[in-house]
Each structure stands twice: as C-alpha cells, then as structure tokens.
C-alpha cells in the first residue's frame, strides 16, 4: 500500500503528447528549467532519470526535474499545474 495516493503528473492519459517549453502553474507561465541549471543538478553530462544533455529541457515526466515555481520535484510538487 502507498502512503501517498497522489498519481505523479503526467501520467497515462495526462502524458503531454509533446514536450513544452513552459508550464502554466496558478494562472502564470513559467519557463521550464533545463538540466545542469538548478543547483540540485548532478555534475554527468547527462541526467540520470531522462538523459536529456546538459542544458536541455528535461523529457516530460522527468523524476529529476524541478519546479520551476517552487523547485520541488516537478512530478509530485503541490503547485496547481494548468493540466492537473
């Protein structure tokens, strides 16, 4: 049993068919982060979860990808995302 029953974002059907530039959280556009520019980011070439490169977007669904509001995981962060 899971203690938490929140499904992650982007999961089955909510799966975006494309990869977006920005996410719409609480009514405001905010552009997504790309991998080696958060602080939290592993120093590889390459992200561990994806494998998009250093200084790309992360692939939608990404675990390792953070919030661009609140730079939780952006998969499972208590933001109000637009297809939430």
């Not at 982060?33 to 070439?45: A, E, K, M, Q, R």
């Not at 675990?63 to 995302?81: F, G, N």
């Amino acid at each position: 049993m899971f203690w938490n029953k929140k499904q992650p974002r982007w999961h089955g059907d909510k799966r975006p068919t494309t990869n977006p530039l920005q996410f719409v959280i609480n009514g405001q556009s905010y552009d997504r982060l790309t991998y080696g520019s958060h602080p939290d980011d592993i120093d590889s070439p390459t992200c561990d979860d994806c494998g998009t490169p250093r200084g790309s977007i992360h692939e939608i669904g990404c675990d390792l990808e953070p919030c661009p509001r609140c730079e939780a995981q952006a998969i499972s962060c208590d933001c109000l995302y637009e297809d939430d």
